[in-house]
């Protein structure tokens, strides 16, 4: 599992966002409105966002936008940071019980779908990973670069498991199997906060946005040129991009290790924990990005395919018709993988 993908997604339609009016545009249908295009940015579990929206010059509906996006994402902070002590996640991850606990909507509905991806992928996407991911250094404590002992690996793998916890979905509420275990949403939480957003600037009657948080993106409409939104995949070799996308009504996630690991002794330890083993993966996919209607889904699917790797995790993509684009290791260069749905997102000409 992950702690921030370290994967950079890049708006091409615009790569620096400002609080302000940027730029108007005049469809040549004399009949079409003008629209207008407002951006905003700020920063959100740990990691920075960029939002643009389209409509009226005078819509009321942009009026206080930023500080409503920041109090969404505060709410989202609020209920599923694990770096917050006061957190919901913070105070179920501290109470050391057995009993029932009571959920609010919105975690238990990450936790639900978190469960149901879980089952999925046969335990590659295990949101009870976090002890591992704090042992390896990931977490909220940052350690020096420290190898643990087996032993330790062994013993933490004990409260690791999504049969661990027993969630009673209708009923909004949860039970610790093992009074020990830890969840960690960091692979689905920035997507269910893109989702949460997306939904709410939907909510106010604009049919045209990007929201993308720390490379999590979400896409409605159109942009301001009147076309499909523009959104290009990093070169994990380069500074360059890998791929150029064209989506609308869809949400692109992606997950890897171009930044996010460590050396020692010449060995690489990636952020990505594999649940079964307990330890960082070591196959040869660099990156993955996943396409889905929901950038939640999108975010979880991501990781789980990096966690089962190159050939397990492009057979499971298969399996559940999902467009997916890799960038695999293969000795000293890198080829690209993808499964056939995800074809039909790439700008053409790239």
């Known amino acids: 599992m992950k702690i921030g993908n370290g994967i950079r997604i890049f708006n091409i339609d615009s790569i620096v966002l400002k609080l302000l009016l940027l730029t108007v545009f005049l469809s040549s249908c004399s009949s079409q409105q003008k629209r207008f295009e407002f951006s905003f940015e700020g920063t959100t579990m740990g990691t920075s966002y960029s939002i643009k929206v389209l409509d009226n010059e005078d819509s009321k509906k942009i009026f206080n936008l930023g500080k409503r996006i920041d109090s969404v994402l505060v709410d989202v902070n609020n209920k599923m940071s694990t770096y917050i002590p006061t957190s919901e996640l913070s105070v179920l991850n501290s109470t050391k019980s057995n009993d029932w606990i009571n959920l609010t909507e919105d975690l238990a ?9 879980s089952e999925e992928s046969g335990g590659s996407f295990d949101i009870t990973v976090g002890p591992l991911v704090n042992l390896w250094g990931f977490g909220p404590i940052k350690k020096d670069d420290e190898i643990p002992d087996q032993k330790l690996i062994d013993e933490t793998l004990k409260y690791v498991g999504i049969d661990k916890i027993e969630l009673d979905y209708s009923g909004k509420r949860i039970r610790k199997i093992n009074p020990n275990v830890y969840c960690d949403l960091s692979a689905i939480a920035k997507g269910f906060g893109v989702d949460k957003v997306s939904l709410f600037i939907e909510s106010l009657g604009i049919k045209d946005y990007m929201v993308e948080i720390g490379g999590e993106v979400r896409t409605k409409g159109k942009n301001v040129n009147n076309e499909l939104w ?3 995949i990093s070169s994990p070799s380069s500074e360059g991009l890998q ?12 997950s890897g290790d171009y930044y996010n690991y460590f050396e020692k002794d010449g060995v690489r330890y990636s952020h990505t924990i594999e649940p079964k083993t307990g330890k960082p993966i070591t196959h040869k996919l660099a990156s993955v990005t996943v396409i889905d209607k929901d950038c939640e889904e999108a975010d979880a699917y991501a990781t789980t395919i990096d966690v089962m790797g190159p050939d397990a995790g492009y057979e499971f993509a298969l399996k559940y018709k999902l467009p997916v684009f890799m960038i695999v290791r293969e000795k000293d260069k890198f080829i690209e993988k993808q499964t056939p749905q995800f074809e039909e997102f790439i700008k053409k000409g790239n």
């Open 230 to 232: 523009h959104i290009g």
């Open 243 to 254: 791929k150029i996308l064209e989506i609308s009504d869809h949400s692109i996630a992606t």
């Open 109 to 117: 509905h990450v936790l639900n779908t978190s469960k149901r991806i």
